[in-house]
């Protein structure tokens, strides 16, 4: 933001105004207005003005103001410190390691969301993560709070704080689930810093998965204007109910592009009980290597449509390999829940508990059949997303591709023409 032109031309405005003296005192008549410069005589048109307020109907059809006032409260800024090892950064080892000097830390603003009454917070990971210092300031009435972090799930990018305070302004939450292409929806979050900024648009897409912003995905995306500070604060409807946590935007400049996103609120309650009752957010694991399908693959599979998740590998001792999953299978819903893709297979998997018998539909060899799995916990360590490759990667690009021979039966079966050579892509993959 260049403010130094405005700046400028407000210095020059008020020299002009010192130079011609003090203004006159504004005259009023009966709906007219002429408040600067000297008095006019009467053939001079006066400017016009109506003080009356907005008609309550106008009002109450176009304007958000008294949503705004009941939500505004309950959306914070967050302030975070974090501690710099100046001897990871070269150009400020110099200054900080002489005499007494402050040690070197990175400040950081995002927003939150109060949920409850007594304190509980909702934000992003990514706003405190490694924070040695959180503080919280609530805007009405404006009061700062030292905040504690209770749980953090990186996996979907939620934070819970907790400050020490009663009767607070609790923002009321919505079934993300009734959210549909076209809602209109309204932003607020410390945008920039500036301060709570109010912003308004549509809901764009709903159930967002394969972005690559965080493992589990099913953002809501929206075109209202999201910036960064905006990340963990509000995303709420016409009635002023929460129905997301805004978290990323894609962006070629830094700034709103109309392509952000928010974790919908559904989600986002289901982190936070998770990490209120246990900690940690436990997740249930299937144990197979799944892809996207493609149109040749729909054909070489037989499957009806390109929904669903295809099987590249099921891993030893796992819950699939128990419960008679193959390699080849598509899962085509699990639990009759219709599957997108891997990456909502993928979720829905991991809101699933652990040791709960689930039924997966699976499209084998033509036919559709139900196989009842019992879920095992997902291993705390992270787990490799891709099956290991016939040859390694050399490079970064093909990192999480696996691809396979060109041989004659893949040919045959992706009716590939016989001067074309190289290796068959089976898909880019995740476990879950």
Same mark, same amino acid.
């Given at each position: ?350 809101? #699933?508990? !652990? +040791?709960?018998?689930?039924?997966? *539909?699976?499209?084998?060899? /033509?036919? =559709?059949? @139900? ?14 997303? #891709?099956? !290991? +490759?016939?040859?390694?990667?050399? *490079?970064?690009?093909?990192? /999480?591709? =696996?691809? @396979? ?17 190289? +290796? ?9």
């Amino acid at each position: 933001m260049n403010l130094n032109r405005p700046c400028q031309l407000a210095i020059v405005a008020v020299l002009a105004n010192l130079a011609l003296g003090p203004a006159p005192t504004p005259t009023f008549a009966a709906g007219t207005w002429w408040p600067y410069g000297e008095q006019r005589d009467n053939s001079t048109e006066p400017a016009k003005l109506d003080t009356s307020p907005l008609p309550a109907e106008l009002k109450r059809s176009t304007s958000f103001a008294e949503i705004i006032r009941s939500v505004e409260p309950g959306v914070v800024s967050i302030a975070t410190t974090k501690k710099i090892d100046a001897r990871n950064y070269p150009f400020f080892r110099e200054y900080f390691e002489g005499g007494n000097r402050p040690p070197a830390k990175e400040e950081g603003l995002g927003s939150g969301v109060i949920v409850t009454a007594d304190g509980y917070i909702i934000t992003n990971n990514h706003v405190v993560k490694d924070a040695d210092e959180i503080k919280v300031v609530l805007i009405n009435p404006r009061r700062e709070f030292n905040a504690q972090i209770i749980g953090t799930d990186p996996g979907t990018d939620i934070a819970v704080l907790k400050i020490e305070a009663e009767n607070l302004p609790a923002v009321i939450l919505a079934d993300s689930d009734r959210v549909e292409v076209g809602d209109m929806v309204m932003a607020i979050g410390n945008a920039f810093g500036v301060g709570q900024t109010v912003t308004r648009g549509i809901v764009s897409a709903t159930g967002r998965s394969s972005v690559g912003l965080v493992k589990y995905e099913d953002f809501i995306q929206t075109d209202a204007s999201i910036n960064p500070g905006n990340s963990g604060g509000a995303l709420i409807d016409p009635m002023g109910r929460l129905v997301g946590i805004p978290t990323a935007i894609v962006s070629r400049t830094g700034g709103s592009q109309g392509l952000g996103f928010a974790i919908p609120t559904n989600l986002v309650m289901h982190i936070v009980e998770r990490l209120l009752a246990d900690g940690r957010v436990v997740r249930g694991f299937l144990g197979v290597h799944i892809s996207d399908l493609t149109a040749d693959l729909q054909k070489a599979f037989d499957t009806e449509n390109l929904n669903g998740a295809l099987v590249n590998e099921v891993l030893t001792d796992s819950a699939a390999a128990e419960a008679g999953i193959e390699h080849g299978d598509v899962i085509v819903s699990f639990n009759d829940v219709g599957i997108r893709n891997s990456g909502h297979l993928m979720l829905v998997v991991a809101r #699933t508990s !652990p +040791a709960t018998v689930s039924k997966v *539909t699976v499209s084998r060899d /033509g036919e =559709t059949i @139900d196989i009842d799995v019992k879920l095992k916990e997902r291993p705390d360590r992270e787990i490799s997303n #891709t099956v !290991p +490759a016939v040859d390694e990667p050399k *490079t970064e690009l093909l990192r /999480g591709i =696996t691809v @396979d021979d060109l041989n004659a039966e893949r040919r045959q079966r992706f009716n590939i023409p016989p001067d074309i050579e190289g +290796a068959v892509v089976i898909g880019i993959e995740m476990a879950i």
